[in-house]
């Protein structure tokens, strides 16, 4: 997904969350403001999982991960694991 992304916005520079590439969904395009990469939280925790078990994946998530703005560029987060 990733790659495509690049290949099809060639010309946006975009904020990447390290260890995460398997669990991007799309891009965002608002109005005014620039393209960001879209993460489902689904599969953000389903890698922590690999490492930890779910409570503690969830506040590594929160707390490391999206938990923090880094400008204008910063992913969307999309909380896509209601069941």
């Keep these: ?14 904020l990447k969350a390290d260890g995460f590439d398997e669990a991007i969904i799309g891009v965002s395009e608002d109005f005014n ?19 930890m078990n779910y409570e503690d ?13 880094v400008g204008e560029k910063t992913p969307v987060w999309c909380w896509d694991n209601f069941e």
């Design 1 to 14: 997904m990733l790659q495509e992304i690049i290949e099809l916005y060639e010309e946006e520079t975009f």
């Design 33 to 51: 403001a620039p393209v960001r990469l879209i993460y489902s939280v689904k599969k953000c925790l389903e890698i922590l999982m690999r490492d």
């Design 57 to 69: 994946a969830l506040e590594y998530f929160t707390y490391n991960v999206s938990g923090g703005y």
